[in-house]
């Protein structure tokens, strides 16, 4: 099996040097339960002084439509978020769309969709096939994780009945943090309903939010194995995760007793400074399954009026739960890092695709 490596160096924010590589394998193909064919993708990162974090890269209909590009019927109420009146759209009735403009309960449905796909592949049914329904536990980190549909899809694919954790961490504001400015604060952890025995049992830990900068994950990991010590695998379902982030994680929270695997939909992500939470498509096509339509989504994007490429920053998650939850702030911040870094806004870019 040939296999890519992405070799990487970069300063944390403790003045530390983090160097690694990204070994990422060749795509294998499977079936999936909501009809047709896709890839998944082993790899690794591995980080001088031996610390491994365990991936898998998917690539279905669902996901690439989440990643890159979708044909979407014309929806005037999507468009007028957007910014775009009834008039200017009239005379067409197709468009093709990033994923970052699929919101609210869109893409709660395609993200269900995309779920359901991966959680039919060979890497998680070797794993969830192992154990019985009350070894494993599903804990959704609030907000964006909630809208995963990860007990669905583990029920779609298995009739197994799983106990579900919530969990509400998040950053908040603290200026004591070098450069990020914030730190993790965990305001619920809903384990109440678990007796002792119940508690024992879990031995495979699903996580599901997204990963930046990596700090919320690496928190709730260490949290979940503090408050459930027979955990002997974490599986975090992560649509959205950067290389940066992921570093973060193999070098505080992977150990000899717990394994840690991260699965990611098509591509990771490259953390933008100068707070590397905004993350945009690395530009490198063997880090994507299908490179071909990470060129169609730089088309899409295409460049500012300076000769820049926008798809170099756009940030593949933007406002990240709040694209789920709230699709007029996540135009309100597109538009902000737009504006800031090539001048334009949302609605200008979609006019130009429509010719």
Request: aromatic residues 10%.
């Amino acid at each position: 099996m040939s296999q890519y490596q992405y070799p990487f160096s970069f300063l944390e924010e403790d003045s530390t040097q983090v160097r690694g590589c990204l070994e990422l394998d060749s795509p294998l193909p499977f079936q999936y339960n909501t009809g047709g064919g896709g890839f998944y993708r082993p790899g690794k990162i591995k980080l001088e002084g031996g610390a491994e974090l365990d991936l898998v890269l998917y690539h279905t209909a669902a996901t690439s439509a989440f990643i890159y590009l979708r044909s979407c019927r014309v929806d005037a109420n999507l468009l007028e978020t957007v910014g775009l009146p009834a008039e200017e759209i009239a005379r067409i009735s197709t468009l093709r769309l990033p994923g970052q403009l699929c919101m609210g309960a869109d893409r709660t449905n395609l993200i269900g969709r995309a779920i359901i796909d991966l959680f039919g592949s060979p890497a998680l049914r070797e794993t969830i096939t192992a154990y019985r329904q009350q070894n494993l536990a599903i804990f959704p980190i609030a907000r964006e994780g909630l809208k995963y549909q990860v007990a669905d899809a583990i029920f779609e694919n298995y009739q197994y009945y799983c106990d579900e954790i919530v969990l509400d961490a998040h950053h908040v504001f603290d200026s004591s943090v070098p450069v990020y400015n914030r730190k993790v604060e965990m305001t619920l952890f809903k384990d109440k309903d678990l007796d002792r025995q119940q508690r024992e049992n879990i031995s495979v830990a699903f996580l599901a939010d997204s990963i930046a900068s990596g700090l919320v994950m690496k928190e709730v990991i260490a949290r979940v194995k503090e408050r459930f010590d027979r955990i002997q695998r974490v599986e975090v379902v992560s649509p959205l995760a950067t290389v940066r982030g992921l570093c973060r994680i193999a070098r505080s929270e992977c150990t000899p007793e717990t394994r840690v695997r991260v699965h990611v939909f098509e591509t990771l992500l490259n953390a933008l400074p100068p707070d590397y939470y905004y993350s945009a498509h690395f530009n490198i096509p063997e880090f994507h399954i299908r490179p071909e339509l990470e060129q169609e989504y730089r088309q899409w994007w295409g460049k500012d009026e300076t000769g820049n490429f926008i798809a170099d920053t756009a940030c593949a998650g933007y406002g990240w739960s709040e694209v789920f939850y709230s699709p007029r702030k996540q135009i309100q911040m597109m538009n902000s890092q737009l504006g800031a870094r090539h001048n334009l806004t949302i609605a200008e870019i979609v006019r130009r695709n429509i010719g």
